[in-house]
């Protein structure tokens, strides 16, 4: 009986200890390609932004007027490449809008490895080299995918962003971490918080929410908290039949449209 439970002990042990050492090899996947992949439809300026650490950003820029229409900033999820949201970027381009979406250090053949502290300072790169391109603060609207919304809340703190778009948000990583791994000590063990709910506060920016109701990923709960905790005004899309990668049709289409039009 002795040795059985101890062996169980062991066990756990050595699971907790494996899951601290590598447990950015579980939240980052650069190299899974988990989308269908399109072919581009939109012109774009491939760019290489230099981020605070030394490193370049790869991204690719669509312009139709940088400086009398808003640009639409991208930060993508935490798996995949630039190509991987291509059916979006095809779309997104029909808006009356600039684009700019950037791969973050480690994805898409950028140097480095990504973490929270890392991706933070990306996405601050990226606004920092908007502006010496003189587009302005309230010309820049965020917009961030799943992972990418965590990193859309930290750098949209206390800025007058034209708006915020975050589609499939967690509330924290600790939360997604305990909702995967409910017996392990998360808080405890977690490097990477992502602590988005609690940043909410500090957003002056019109915010849109979407989410599907379906998600496996990400529990909608998650981001009907997020919409639930977050400043006015606020907009929300919750389709019924949706997964985590959401389905870019024509209602998800009109609710981009519709906010698009509220923050001009």
Known sequence: MFTAITAIILCYLLIVVFVF?????????PFENNYSTHQTNFPYEEVFI?????NNL?????????????????FHGNAG?????????NLIKDFDI?????????????????????LYEDAR???????KQNIKENKIIIYGESLGTGVSIEVAQNKKFAGIILESPFT????AGKFYYPYLPVSLLLKDR?????????????????????????????????????NKPKFSYFPDNDDHMMDYNEDLLKNLSIFFKAIS
């Open 194 to 230: 992502y602590e988005t709910v609690k940043k909410l506060k500090n957003i002056n920016s019109p915010i849109l929410v979407m989410h599907g109701k379906k998600d496996k990923i990400v529990p909608f709960y998650m981001g009907k908290k997020v919409f639930d905790k977050a």
């Open 58 to 74: 790869k991204g690719w820029f669509h312009k139709k007027d940088i400086y009398n229409k808003k640009t639409l900033v991208f």
């Open 172 to 175: 924290s990583m600790v939360d």
């Open 125 to 131: 790169s990226t606004l920092n080299w908007l502006t």
């Open 81 to 89: 490449d630039l190509q991987n949201r291509i059916y979006k970027l």
């Open 50 to 54: 230099p981020a605070f650490s030394g």
């Open 21 to 29: 050492f590598y447990q950015r090899n579980l939240l980052y996947h």
């Open 98 to 118: 600039n684009f700019l979406i950037v791969a973050y250090r480690g994805f898409s053949g950028n140097k480095g490895k990504p973490t929270e502290a890392g």
